[in-house]
C-alpha cells in the first residue's frame, strides 16, 4: 500500500495506472503534476487523481512512488527537477516506450540517486491519448518491462513489480538494450510504417476518394497512425539505431517484394505470404491468447 503515489504526466499511460491502483487499494493519494493544468484538473475530475500539484518539490515530499509517464523527451527535465528533494525511501519509476535513452538521461539528472530509479513499460495502450482515454484495466493481462539497473536495491524493483502487479500486469525482465531492439521491431517499427502509409496516402490529390472507398483492412494497418505525434516522435528519435537497423532491414524485404511484383513471380510471392500468415497465426494463438486468457 503507497501512502503518496505521484505521477507525471496524467495521460493515457499514468491516467490508467492510477485508476488501476486505486481499484487494486494500493494507494492512498494520488498526485498528479502535469504541463497542462486544464488537462490536470480533468484528470481529478474523472477521479484519477486527488489532487494536482504545480510544483514538483512540493509534489515529491513525502511520496513513496513516483511515476514519470510524460513523452520519453521529458524525461531529463522532470527528474532533475525532483531531483533535490527526493527522500531517499521514494522509489522513482517510469512508464516510457524506450528504456536506453531513459535510463541515460535518469543518470545525468540523478546522479549518485540513480538506485531510486526502476526502469519500467507497461506494454499495454492504445491510440487515444490524454486523461479522458485512461481505463482501469489497460493492464490485466499485459505485460510490464522492468530493465533493472546493477544500482537498483531488490527490494525497490519488488516495489515496483508489486504495483504493476496490483494493476492486474505480468512482469518481465529485459536488459535496456534488449529492450529497444525488441520493441524497435514490433512496436516502433510498425508505427513508423503507419504513419509513413496514411501520410503517402494523405499527400496523393485524389486523397479523398482513396480515404472513401478505405475499409477494413486499411483500418486495421493504420490504426496506430492515429497515436500522438509528440510521444511517437520523441520514440523514433530516442531509439533512433535499433529503429534504424529495422528500417533497413525493412527496405531490403520491401525492395525483394517490389521484385517478385515486377517479376509477376507468384511463387516467391506467395511463399512470402503464407510464412507471414503461419507466423501471424502462431503468434495470435500463443502469445495473444494467453494474454486475453490473463486479463
Ligand atoms: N500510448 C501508449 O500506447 C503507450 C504505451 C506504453 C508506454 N507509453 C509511454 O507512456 C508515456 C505516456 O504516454 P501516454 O500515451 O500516456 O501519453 P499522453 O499524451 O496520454 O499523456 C502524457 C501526459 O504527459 C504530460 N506531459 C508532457 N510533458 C510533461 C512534463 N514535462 N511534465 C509532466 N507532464 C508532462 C502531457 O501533458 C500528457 O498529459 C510515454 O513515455 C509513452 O512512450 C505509451
Ligand atoms: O495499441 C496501441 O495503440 C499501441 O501502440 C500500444 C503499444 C504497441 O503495442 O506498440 C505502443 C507503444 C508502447 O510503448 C506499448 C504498446
Not at 536506453?100 to 540517486?113: C, T
Request: charged share 20%; hydrophobic share 50%; with cysteine.
Amino acid at each position: 500500500m503507497f501512502k503518496k503515489v505521484v505521477i507525471f504526466g496524467v495521460g493515457l499511460i499514468g491516467g490508467s495506472f492510477a485508476l488501476a491502483l486505486r481499484r487494486a487499494g494500493q494507494a492512498d493519494h494520488i498526485v498528479g503534476v502535469g504541463r497542462s493544468l486544464v488537462s490536470l484538473e480533468r484528470a481529478r475530475e474523472l477521479g484519477l487523481i486527488d489532487t494536482v500539484a504545480t510544483d514538483p518539490a512540493a509534489a515529491v515530499e513525502g511520496a513513496d512512488l513516483i511515476l514519470l509517464a510524460a513523452p520519453v523527451a521529458q524525461t531529463e527535465t522532470i527528474l532533475a527537477s525532483i531531483a533535490p528533494y527526493l527522500n531517499p525511501q521514494a522509489i522513482v519509476t517510469d512508464a516510457g516506450s524506450t528504456k536506453g535513452d531513459v535510463v541515460a538521461a535518469a543518470r545525468k539528472a540523478l546522479g549518485a540517486r540513480i538506485g531510486q530509479f526502476v526502469p519500467a513499460h507497461p506494454i499495454a495502450g492504445r491510440e487515444q491519448h490524454g486523461p479522458e482515454a485512461a481505463l482501469a484495466d489497460l493492464y490485466e493481462g499485459k505485460k510490464v518491462v522492468i530493465t533493472a539497473l546493477p544500482e537498483n536495491a531488490a527490494r525497490d524493483v519488488e516495489t515496483v513489480a508489486a504495483a504493476w502487479r496490483a494493476c492486474g500486469a505480468i512482469i518481465h525482465r529485459l536488459s535496456p538494450q534488449e529492450h529497444d531492439a525488441v520493441f524497435a521491431s514490433v512496436s516502433h517499427l510498425p508505427h513508423v510504417l503507419a504513419f509513413a502509409l496514411v501520410d503517402d496516402i494523405a499527400a496523393k490529390p485524389h486523397a479523398d476518394t482513396l480515404f472513401q472507398y478505405a475499409a477494413s483492412g486499411f483500418r486495421d494497418f493504420t490504426r496506430i497512425a492515429a497515436s500522438s505525434p509528440e510521444m511517437w516522435r520523441d520514440i523514433t528519435l530516442a531509439n533512433r539505431d535499433a529503429l534504424l537497423t529495422e528500417v533497413d532491414a525493412y527496405l531490403v524485404q520491401l525492395q525483394a517484394i517490389r521484385e517478385m511484383i515486377a517479376n509477376s513471380d507468384g511463387p516467391a510471392l506467395e511463399q512470402v505470404y503464407a510464412s507471414a500468415r503461419d507466423a501471424r497465426q502462431q503468434w495470435a494463438a500463443a502469445i495473444e491468447a494467453a494474454e486475453r486468457k490473463n486479463g
